[in-house]
């Protein structure tokens, strides 16, 4: 897919390039508003910072695909370095590093959404189809079981015989040969996500995709002739190397929840709700040691989730309560969530076949801000509300319950001091959790709510049509716009709402 595909570190531009229409970011939100738009017979160009890393490039080595295909090389993080914010930066975005579970907004939350903060197009009879159309390009499925492999069956196991509720999920996958390796790219392509749906269908249509291209400035926000200044990177995108502008009429940023706020705070565009109200949905890791080879790294990393304890129309929050998914990752991102260094942590590798880790997602109130000072930089300011902390305790405190139900032979919370959970009277101990700053090493892969979505200016950053406040025809088409957790994974609502707001903005144009 090279054709269409211009990557501006190896091929000089113009200095100055005009569109009808501008989309920043080729992820779930971006790929498939240009898709939409180009399909329409719109002029549009694709900005994305990333680069095409496809084919015999993804190498499932650690230590390169971590340097090309994640943000900020995998090392971002909250401002006190308690939450690692995981983000792609490829052409694909997020999909092609994600582990694929398809979980659309649930009712509860459209329901939530559309009475209590006025977002009448979520209501759950009005999305159904963006939700329908979104599970369409993404080839969902539910799970086979012969892709459930033994570490997600040992959670299984633990969940039924303590009669809690679970299930296996779905999924975007379609000839997976369940090689393990997705949260640092598909080699074998085989992850039904904006790399290999929209953005083909985007091209096939039209529209002129730029990678390397690193999107700093919208100027000109409320006149009709947007301009936005492009930094051209070298081509392992470490350094900036040149700059043209792309004149366009309408800019759509979906650049993910961060680099959205980020884009905009920088430009001074929108107003004062710009990078606030910021849900990171930290998840903490929790590990079942068997003495068994369980060889959790071979299939697909997760497919089950113990779901008794979601809350999916909870009144004041609509998504809350918690769930517990089986995961696994490399060597490089298990070793790295491990509480040891050295010679002990070398050590704690030894078991790392016998190892069955879990993931304890609880969604969070908005309490996040990104900021961006006069240099530029950027801080995501983050903290964690009581009522995340005791829901993560209560959530270890039954996931070890469960790995021990399974034959564990011990439970490990990767905290700082470890703490060490061998019989059902000792997950008690999870209470004890304080999570203070660096010392329960967490993970957000879910970022929303940056720039919400209001029917009035005084209420929030962007309308009902995604067009940011202050501004004429500049959106944000990402998960930016969510007033709170839309579901415990992004992609298909993220999918399903650019749907709906490109099918809204062609109505218009
Ligand atoms: C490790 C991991 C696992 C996940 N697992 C799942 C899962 O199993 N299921 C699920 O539903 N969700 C999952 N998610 C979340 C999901 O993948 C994301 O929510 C989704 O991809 C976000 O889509 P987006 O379009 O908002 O942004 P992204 O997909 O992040 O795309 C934004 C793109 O914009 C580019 N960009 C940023 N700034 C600029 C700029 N200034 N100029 C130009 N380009 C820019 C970035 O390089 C990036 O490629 C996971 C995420 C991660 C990180
Ligand atoms: S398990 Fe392997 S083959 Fe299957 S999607 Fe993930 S990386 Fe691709």
């Excluded at 002029?43 to 994305?48: A, D, Q, S």
């Excluded at 060889?295 to 929050?317: H, I, K, L, R």
Aim: proline letters at 5%; glycine letters at 10%; hydrophobic letters at 40%.
């Amino acid at each position: 897919m090279t054709e269409g595909i211009t990557d501006l570190s190896r091929q000089p531009l113009p200095e100055v390039i005009t569109t009808e229409i501008c989309v920043i970011g080729s992820g779930c939100g971006g790929a498939t508003a240009a898709r939409l738009l180009a399909e329409a017979g719109h002029e549009v160009v694709v900005l994305e910072e990333g680069r095409d890393v496809a084919g015999s490039e993804r190498t499932q080595r650690d230590r390169a695909m971590h340097d090309q295909l994640y943000m900020d090389r995998g090392g971002r993080a909250s401002h006190d370095l308690s939450i690692s914010v995981l983000q792609g930066r490829v052409l694909g975005g997020g999909g092609v590093i994600n582990t694929c579970d398809v979980v659309p907004i649930p009712e509860g939350v459209l329901h939530h959404w559309a009475t209590k903060y006025g977002l009448e197009d979520f209501a759950p009879e009005r999305f159904k189809r963006f939700t329908d159309d979104a599970l369409g390009d993404l080839s969902a499925s539910r799970i086979p079981e012969s892709l459930v492999n033994s570490a997600n069956n040992k959670l299984r196991q633990g969940a039924e015989g303590l009669g809690l509720r679970g299930e296996v999920m779905m999924h975007n996958r379609v000839g997976c040969r369940g090689l393990g390796t997705c949260m640092i790219g598909c080699p074998v392509h085989a992850k039904r996500n904006p790399r290999m749906v929209a953005l083909p269908k985007a091209i096939e249509a039209g529209a002129r995709i730029f990678t390397r291209a690193r999107a700093v400035r919208i100027d000109n926000a409320n006149q009709e002739l947007k301009e936005v200044t492009v930094r051209t990177l070298d081509p392992g995108g470490y350094h900036e190397q040149g700059e043209l502008t792309v004149r366009a009429k309408i800019v759509i940023v979906a650049a993910n929840a961060i680099a959205s706020a980020q884009l905009l705070l920088r430009s001074g565009v929108g107003n004062s709700h710009v990078g606030q109200n910021l849900t990171l949905q930290p998840q903490l890791s929790i590990i079942g040691v068997f003495e068994e080879r369980i060889a959790a790294f071979d299939g697909v990393p997760q497919s089950y989730a113990v779901t008794e304890f979601e809350e999916e129309d909870n009144a004041e929050f609509g998504l809350w309560g918690y769930r517990i998914e089986a995961i696994m990752g490399t060597p490089g991102i298990v070793s790295t969530m491990l509480p040891f260094s050295g010679a002990p942590g070398m050590q704690n590798m030894t078991q790392y076949d016998r190892m069955a880790p879990s993931l304890l997602l609880a969604p969070d109130e908005p309490s996040g801000q990104v900021e961006v000072a006069r240099d530029g930089r950027m801080t995501i300011r983050y903290e964690q509300r009581d009522n995340h902390r005791e829901r993560l305790r209560h959530a270890a405190e039954i996931a070890a319950k469960v790995y021990l139900e399974a034959g564990a032979r011990e439970v490990l919370v990767p905290t700082s001091p470890p703490l060490v959970i061998r019989s059902t009277r000792d997950a008690k101990k999870a209470q004890q959790l304080t999570f203070a700053p660096a010392t329960a090493p967490m993970i957000s892969a879910h970022q929303q709510g940056t720039v919400r979505f209001a029917a009035s200016e005084r209420d929030g950053g962007a309308d009902l049509n995604g067009q940011v406040y202050g501004t004429r025809d500049v959106y944000v088409f990402d998960s930016s716009g969510y007033p709170t957790s839309a579901a415990s994974h992004t992609m298909t609502p993220i999918i399903a709402s650019s749907r709906m707001l490109t099918t809204k903005l062609l109505t218009r144009i």
